[in-house]
């Protein structure tokens, strides 16, 4: 299967700063790579599809990008409520496969 | 507003069967494909597979030998089972909707509450 590895695994930030999360697939997906926020005792929410596209009702500070085998999220202007774990999937090929996590802690 | 909500056993001894339903609301469990996925406790996500209301389906090569997945349009509910439980088996199991645009898989943009099932003696 294909496999996603995201970095770092965790980090901490301060409200107002501006958060990059990466995501690299070990052969090319082209843009098919959705992102999501997850936070405790809840589903995954999607955040981003096809790379780039913000799922409606998204706030615009969350932005990705990419293609090919590496990609990234940025979340400008972090907000206390952007404390969650953030996975990254990929829909190019079977069997769907998300990345590892990365936990998001503010300061 | 789709909404997902699933439904079964907590607690599942080893070498049972699992059943799971998911009840879909608020729109056609026709109009979309319908995906399991699974996160055991403190862990990342595992996609199950996939499920159409006609029958069509595509599983996790990973648990392909013990996966069912079924619609029933009359009720509107996703049916999962899952064979031969074991404690690695043990996760919150959600249902969630695949959505389709240019390529061959799907991300998911509506997703169930999630169901713990624990596989214990």
């Known amino acids: 299967a294909l496999q996603l590895t995201q970095s770092p695994s965790s980090l901490s930030a301060s409200a107002g700063d501006r958060v990059t999360i990466t995501c690299r697939a070990n052969?090319?997906?082209?843009?098919?790579l959705a992102w999501y926020q997850q936070k405790p005792g809840n589903p995954p929410h999607l955040l981003i599809y096809?790379?780039?596209t913000l799922q409606s009702g998204v706030p615009s500070r969350f932005s990705g990008s990419g293609s090919g085998t590496d990609f990234t999220l940025t979340i400008n202007n972090l907000q206390p409520e952007d404390s969650a774990t953030y996975y990254c999937?990929?829909?190019?090929?079977?069997?769907?496969?998300f990345g590892g996590g990365t936990k998001v802690e503010i300061k | 507003q789709v909404q997902l909500q699933e439904s079964g056993p907590g607690l599942v001894k080893p070498s049972e069967t699992l059943s799971l339903d998911c009840l879909v609301s608020?729109?056609?469990?026709?109009?979309?494909?319908w995906s399991w996925l699974r996160q055991p406790p403190g862990k990342g996500l595992e996609w199950i597979g996939y499920?159409?209301?006609?029958?069509?389906?595509h599983y996790n090569p990973s648990l392909r030998s013990r996966v069912t997945m079924s619609v029933d349009t009359s009720k509107n509910v996703l049916s999962l089972k899952l064979r031969s439980l074991s404690a690695p088996d043990t996760a919150v199991y959600y249902c969630?909707?695949?959505?389709?645009?240019?390529?061959?898989?799907?991300?998911?943009?509506?997703w169930g509450q999630g169901l713990l099932v624990t596989v214990s003696s």
């Open positions: 608020g729109g056609s469990i026709r109009s979309s494909y």
């Open positions: 999937q990929q829909f190019n090929n079977y069997p769907l496969t």
């Open positions: 499920v159409y209301y006609n029958g069509n389906s």
């Open positions: 052969q090319g997906i082209s843009t098919a």
């Open positions: 969630a909707r695949s959505s389709f645009g240019g390529f061959l898989g799907s991300y998911l943009d509506y």
């Open positions: 096809d790379a780039s």
